[in-house]
């Protein structure tokens, strides 16, 4: 991953959990679904919510402020085909996430 950018070390992110971090200005939000790290632009395309900040439950984040949710796997909304929330790619080197941004 040539343009890839240490994001958060996974002793920050344990599984189950998610982590809002800003890289290069972009907010991206970070999930660990059972020890996979999936990453996708953290801010929600609904009003702007903290999509890292909200409950991760198995691999669904819902967005604290309204609650859409998305698969963080694929960043597809749960239940609108139509929106498609960019993820980014992720690689752990040791105990150090990186992720690459577009
Ligand atoms: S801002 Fe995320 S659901 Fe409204």
Request: a negative charge; one cysteine or more.
């Amino acid at each position: 991953m040539p343009n890839a950018v240490r994001a958060a070390s996974i002793d920050e992110l344990p599984p189950g959990g998610c982590l809002e971090v800003t890289i290069q200005d972009h907010v991206v939000a970070l999930f660990n679904v059972e020890g996979r790290v999936y990453a996708m632009d953290g801010v929600c395309p609904h009003a702007g919510g903290p999509l890292g900040k909200g409950d991760l439950q198995g691999d669904v984040i819902t967005c604290p402020w309204h609650g859409w949710q998305f698969d963080v796997t694929t960043g597809a909304h749960c239940l609108s085909p139509t929106i498609q929330h960019p993820c980014y790619p992720v690689q752990l080197e040791g105990d150090e996430i990186f992720v690459e941004l577009p």
